[in-house]
């Protein structure tokens, strides 16, 4: 069936340093992925909405600055977090649309010390 | 590692029929949500349960939280055209916060 991963699955940096989150479809091609962010006990919040060969749509409140989404193949978006903070820390999951469903990447946990 | 798993995967039911779909997952889970995805959308926080065995009622949609914590399900009564869509079901493990997803369960209502 159809998979998404993610990379890396968790990653601890200093603050002001940037970090860049890949989610990759790896047996379909996905020309919408999104981008959600999940704090403790709380649930998704999209953050953005990637699209193959254009620009990222952002949610109200999210900084584009801040989170460089690129979607420059079919299988592949990243998620830049520039300039991280220890308020950035969270739970980071993409989602790629295969078909009429989506398929859901096993997130990344970011630490920022 | 943690699995959850969603049956049926689709369901095509006439509308006024009523609609269920099961989450299991392998490990006991802090709390389960359930989102809806409606067609070219994303996916949509609908509810989050916590205690066990515990019940929940939006209008036609009724939630439930097994007892042991490793089982859920979302009944709608009556499906409209309105609810079409894929339901999806997550739950963190025990200890952690980190979502696992189920892969969905994709309603169609004829009408």
């Known amino acids: 069936g159809a998979v998404v991963s993610q990379h890396p699955s968790w990653v601890i940096c200093k603050s002001g340093t940037s970090v860049k989150i890949e989610c990759r479809s790896l047996?379909?091609?996905?020309?919408?992925m999104f981008w959600y962010r999940q704090f403790p006990k709380q649930s998704l919040m999209l953050m953005a909405t990637s699209n193959e060969g254009s620009k990222a749509t952002y949610e109200q409140g999210v900084e584009k600055d801040k989170f460089l989404i690129n979607h420059a193949s079919l299988t592949l978006s990243t998620l830049t977090v520039t300039s991280a903070h220890p308020e950035d820390s969270s739970f980071y999951i993409c989602?790629?649309?295969?078909?009429?469903?989506?398929?859901f990447g096993p997130g990344t946990r970011l630490l920022v010390l | 590692g943690q699995q959850v798993m969603q049956i049926p995967q689709y369901q095509h039911v006439q509308e006024g029929e009523d609609f269920t779909t099961y989450c299991n997952s392998s490990t006991t889970l802090s709390n389960i949500q359930w989102y809806k995805q409606r067609p070219g959308g994303h996916p949509v926080f609908l509810i989050q349960?916590?205690?066990?065995?515990e019940v929940k009622k939006q209008k036609r949609l009724t939630f439930q939280f097994g007892e042991a914590k490793k089982n859920s399900s979302l009944h709608i009564t009556a499906t409209q055209t309105t609810d079409v869509g894929t339901y999806f079901c997550?739950?963190?493990?025990?200890?952690?916060?980190?979502?696992?997803f189920g892969k969905g369960t994709k309603l169609s209502v004829i009408p």
């Open positions: 047996d379909f091609q996905a020309t919408t």
């Open positions: 997550a739950g963190p493990g025990a200890g952690s916060y980190q979502l696992t």
């Open positions: 349960l916590v205690k066990s065995g």
């Open positions: 989602s790629a649309e295969g078909g009429e469903t989506q398929y």
